[in-house]
């Protein structure tokens, strides 16, 4: 048995019936992490001791009965979650050292579940990017491809998984972060709904839109780890105080009678032949299973992006403040303390230094009406747009990014195209939906193709349980 190639649900099974261990799982991730990360580079910081601690401590749980669906399971974390006594970077050099004295409360409930931390994966800058080149570090290798990027901003988590150096994976979601890059990776990846899970020790980028969200390689482990995460947390004042159903429960596989609305402004010119055919072929297949296919329209699609780059980088510049060298991370001594904030704040990469500018300038008197004001009101138009879209539809269907890997340092002299990275993910977090990528197919060069499915507030059952479905009926996810 090759440990470190079965899906979390299988290491489950074999973990519960004796067959294994969690200590010879955790050392068979952690042996491939030493054989395989060097190239791939998706872990920042590796907890081998703590992780082979908490494997004891789970096998002795499983000994004594426990059945916690997570119990014993190695499990990797983007690196802008905080972790107590581990570092917590987000990716920067701002925050270089920084031990968190706290866990984020996705975390307290990994350690409840009794999974295991194999360590901190990479990121863009505070999440800023769509390709972890962003990443204070380094950048992170797409297993399927060493010269293209995992996407991003999580993506050390989504290479992580598909390399089989984790069994599953947290990262976050800010305007598509946990979707592209399971989309660029090959794997699940689930955006639950805004206020899902707890955002607290979350290091904050834009409140409004943050949001954890889970990586699988298949969609029952992509569920298993949301479902243990996932809760009201009352430190969080956005977190919903909404039960948590049994979302693995509602993986039937049934989705007769699910209506599908396919929006006809997601299909569009400068869009990847390969993914439209891959994406078309995966919404025929959904109709084969039961599903009611309609066209419907998203009108304000377009406006997404100008308005997603004003509402992200105005709460960043609010929310990178705190960065001064006095209360989080390094500090540079200069002349005089303004000095000192000065040159610390030197820290910060080019990326959020060209967010804290444009958000600042946002904000600023005088424009704060004209730009972040108007975005606002935009922002309500693409919401009421996703609540007409559900009024005829359960389930949207289109692409989760509009091309395939790229490669690495194509785009990231050229802001504008790397934005253009995520204009199918960033509606979502303008709304109130949730969402997931589910890979659907290969391009020519072999390269993953992923398939976005959106399900009104609250909705991540029918997602999960139409990516079942789908999942079930093809085997994209299993050809790592
Ligand atoms: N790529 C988008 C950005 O750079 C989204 C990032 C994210 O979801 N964290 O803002």
């Not at 139409?466 to 093809?474: G, I, L, R």
Request: charged residues 20%; glycine residues 8%.
């Amino acid at each position: 048995m090759n440990l470190t190639e079965l899906t979390l649900t299988e290491l489950r099974t074999v973990l519960q019936n004796g067959e294994t261990s969690s200590v010879a799982a955790t050392q068979a991730m952690l042996d491939r992490i030493v054989a395989q990360d060097n190239d791939i580079k998706s872990y920042l910081t590796i907890t081998d001791e703590l992780a082979l601690e908490q494997a004891a401590a789970a096998d002795k749980r499983i000994a004594n009965g426990d059945e916690s669906p997570l119990l014993g399971v190695p499990i990797a974390v983007k690196d802008i979650i905080a972790t107590k006594g581990v570092p917590t970077t987000a990716g920067s050099k701002i925050l270089e050292g920084f031990i968190p004295p706290y866990d984020a409360f996705v975390v307290e409930k990994l350690k409840e579940a009794g999974a295991v931390i194999l360590g901190k994966t990479n990121t863009d800058e505070f999440a800023m990017g769509s390709s972890t080149e962003n990443s204070g570090y380094f950048t992170t290798h797409n297993p399927w491809d060493l010269e293209r990027v995992p996407g991003g901003s999580s993506g050390g988590s989504a290479a992580a998984v598909a390399a089989n150096m984790a069994y599953a994976a947290l990262g976050t979601d800010t305007g598509g972060s946990v979707r592209q890059p399971a989309s660029f990776c090959g794997v699940v990846g689930l955006r639950p709904t805004y206020g899902r899970m707890s955002r607290w020790g979350v290091v904050a980028f834009a409140s409004s839109l943050d949001q954890v969200g889970t990586f699988g390689r298949t969609v029952a482990d992509c569920t298993a780890l949301f479902q243990a995460t996932t809760g009201y947390d009352k430190r969080d004042s956005t977190s919903l105080d909404v039960p948590v159903e049994d979302f693995t429960a509602a993986l039937t596989g049934d989705i007769k009678g699910l209506k599908v609305g396919v929006p006809k402004e997601y299909f569009i010119e400068g869009m990847d032949g390969e993914v439209e055919t891959a994406v078309r072929t995966a919404i025929a297949k959904l109709e084969e299973l039961g599903a009611e296919i309609r066209e419907i329209s998203l009108p304000h699609t377009e406006y997404a992006l100008p308005v997603y780059y004003l509402i992200a980088p105005a709460e960043a510049s609010a929310n990178l403040a705190r960065y001064d060298g006095i209360r989080y991370g390094p500090r540079i001594e200069g002349a005089d303390m303004i000095d000192s904030v000065k040159q610390t704040r030197a820290l910060f990469g080019p990326e959020p230094k060209r967010r804290i500018m444009l958000g600042t300038y946002a904000l600023s008197a005088g424009y704060y009406d004209e730009y972040y004001g108007r975005a606002l009101k935009v922002r309500t138009l693409i919401k009421n747009d996703f609540q007409t879209a559900f009024e005829q539809v359960d389930v949207i269907a289109c692409p989760t990014s509009p091309t395939t890997a790229f490669k690495i340092g194509e785009r990231v002299d050229d802001p504008l195209s790397m934005y253009l990275a995520d204009i199918f993910t960033l509606s979502l977090n303008l709304s109130a939906s949730c969402g997931l990528s589910v890979p659907c197919g290969f391009d020519s060069k072999g390269l993953p193709i992923g398939l976005q499915l959106i399900g009104n507030t609250l909705q991540e059952a029918m997602i999960l349980n139409a990516a079942y479905a789908y999942e079930k009926s093809t085997n994209w996810n299993l050809n790592l």
